[in-house]
């Protein structure tokens, strides 16, 4: 007979007392079990829908932040942050607290910057079947600003959407001119024959000789000066507008600052991808070089749209990288504020005398052709009468060669003085029409010193100095209607030589300080200044505000200090160029997740 032997681990009712112990053991564990479940899940869960809150936080800061950048008020910055919160992020049951300024953190008490708290309770899964903890409340804190993002400007093109335009070639401008009217209203303007015709005796017939001798001398005097000023403006022959801004010709174009265009025509950003509302042309920025060196370089360049090629935009220092940033928020109008000019605003600059004639025309001769044509009218006399004459000749011959214009309100200045000669004497000239001769607002030929001079120039033929009217009431955001036909400019500034001096209005007190063009915020018609004869000598600066309108810069060789504030802007290089302001104008900004 076999012999069976049972060992303790086999006993079957051992066994069984075993299993009895351990679902007993699993009994007593089991909540902690699930609280430890519960822990690890649900605690899962609330880690993601902190993070979850953290970056809903963000995003309403950004938000806010970026209303703040538009200009917009706190209100609406707030409503913002809570709706991005309770509609856009799907979170209606979160607690939000929008604080501007902040209230806490690096950023306290800083304007143009944003604080969102949100706050929200997860109800829990695990935890609540066990018993425990019902719902846990998930805090989460951000703080967004507004900082600058490039350097002060010294280019800024504000048009989103610029109307077209038929620009007419300033040299037909030019040469449409009424030679004949115009030599006639300079003569019965000419303070020398005023003044000749006021010396007892001799003075009568002495004037009558000098008025033949102008009309004789002066059309083709004018003409001349004409030819000149078409011929350096001959590069200017693009007759419409294909970016915000536009650099063509022979050279590189150097800021010396920023260049912000907010114009949102597309082409393509720094990397080569598409920027803007469009493939392009039209451009937010265009380069149409003439030769493969024809670039634009600033410290930054940032366009609302994008460019025509990337590779035309560079840095200052070949070493830093690409300054180009497309697709960017549009930069606001620096000079959004600025009133029209009047004595209500400014007293000491400005004034309100209305000049006569209205049609201001200021002929400056050379010295040569001065004494000549005295010389022509002293032969002309008797000889009793000549010693008469004599005594006088150089105050009339100052006269002859020289000119000088008194702030005030005019319907236009028509200035050819090709050698010099014309002064305009500091202070606020207001324009608020055009020459029927010309059709010009301001036409200024020759190397003219107009140092510490502004120039407004306005279509409002009945524009008051006194109070700023009707401009003044013009809302400066709405953009006027188009340009129908061709339009002439209402601005030529050739100085032809070097030696000219157009600083703008110096005066830190006034609000125009700085300011050498302002054009009137419903006026779209182009400014054209040529820049070419600065190496010589001259200076050429002060700011050129054009709300709406179109500016265009021919430089040369040398360095040119304007600040240029424009709808829409065109600068023609003839060969390498330097625009550097003194002061520059403010930085765009951008928004900045800050906490």
Not at 243 to 258: D, F, N, S, T
């Amino acid at each position: 007979m076999r012999e069976i032997t049972y060992t303790t681990s086999d006993c079957p009712h051992t066994a069984s007392r075993r299993r009895g112990k351990v679902l007993v053991l699993l009994a007593v564990l089991l909540p902690a079990l699930i609280a430890v479940a519960g822990l690890v899940l649900d605690g899962g869960v609330v880690m993601d829908e902190h993070h979850r809150l953290q970056h809903v936080a963000d995003g309403a800061a950004t938000a806010a932040a970026v209303d703040l950048r538009l200009g917009n008020p706190s209100a609406t910055a707030i409503a913002t942050a809570e709706q991005f919160v309770h509609a856009t992020s799907g979170m209606p049951d979160a607690q939000v607290v929008v604080s501007i300024p902040p209230t806490s953190g690096d950023f306290a008490g800083l304007a143009n910057h944003v604080q969102v708290d949100v706050q929200r309770d997860y109800q829990t899964v695990i935890l609540r079947g066990a018993g425990g903890l019902m719902s846990k409340p998930i805090s989460a804190r951000a703080v967004a600003g507004v900082a600058d993002a490039t350097d002060g400007a010294a280019i800024m093109a504000l048009d989103p959407d610029p109307a077209p335009i038929d620009l007419g070639a300033v040299d037909d401008t030019l040469s449409a001119v009424a030679v004949t009217s115009v030599v006639q209203q300079a003569v019965a303007q000419s303070p020398a024959v005023d003044y000749l015709a006021g010396v007892p005796i001799v003075g009568g017939v002495a004037s009558a000789l000098l008025s033949d001798g102008l009309e004789a001398l002066l059309p083709d005097f004018l003409t001349q000066t004409l030819t000149q000023a078409s011929t350096d403006l001959a590069p200017l022959p693009l007759p419409t507008i294909t970016a915000g801004l536009e650099v063509e010709g022979l050279g590189q174009v150097r800021v010396e600052g920023a260049v912000l265009i907010n114009t949102t025509w597309g082409g393509v950003d720094q990397d080569g991808r598409p920027a803007g509302v469009s493939a392009g042309p039209p451009y937010g920025s265009a380069c149409m070089p003439l030769l493969p060196t024809t670039q634009l370089l600033a410290s930054d360049i940032r366009v609302t749209g994008g460019v025509d090629d990337q590779d035309q935009y560079q840095p200052l220092d070949p070493d830093d990288e690409s300054p180009l940033r497309a697709n960017m928020l549009p930069t606001d109008d620096p000079l959004e504020a600025l009133p029209p000019p009047s004595t209500s605003v400014d007293a000491t600059n400005v004034s309100g005398a209305v000049r006569s004639p209205s049609h201001a025309i200021a002929v400056a001769l050379s010295a040569s052709d001065a004494a000549a044509l005295l010389g022509d009218v002293l032969s002309g006399l008797s000889p009793l009468l000549q010693p008469l004459l004599s005594a006088v000749l150089t105050p009339v011959s100052d006269l002859l060669e020289n000119q000088t214009l008194q702030p005030g309100v005019y319907d236009s200045i028509t200035v050819v003085a090709p050698v010099g000669g014309v002064i305009f004497e500091p202070g606020v000239y207001v324009i608020r029409g055009r020459s029927p001769l010309t059709n010009l607002s301001l036409l200024a030929l020759g190397p003219v010193q107009a140092d510490g001079a502004m120039f407004y120039i306005t279509d409002s033929a009945s524009y008051d100095a006194t109070t700023g009217m009707p401009d003044a009431g013009v809302d400066a955001s709405t953009a006027p209607p188009a340009s129908v036909g061709t339009v002439v400019p209402s601005v030529v500034l050739a100085p032809l030589l070097a030696g000219a001096a157009y600083t703008g209005l110096q005066d830190p007190t006034s609000p125009y300080d700085g300011v050498l063009v302002y054009q009137a915020r419903s006026d779209r018609r182009p400014i054209v200044i040529d820049a070419q004869h600065l190496l010589g000598g001259g200076a050429l600066s002060g700011t050129v505000y054009a709300k709406w309108g179109h500016t265009i810069l021919l430089t040369g060789a040398g360095s040119c200090g304007l600040r240029m504030v424009s709808g829409t802007m065109r600068i023609v290089t003839v060969t390498d160029a330097t625009i550097n302001p003194v002061d520059l104008l403010p930085a765009a900004q951008d928004v900045y997740l800050l906490e």
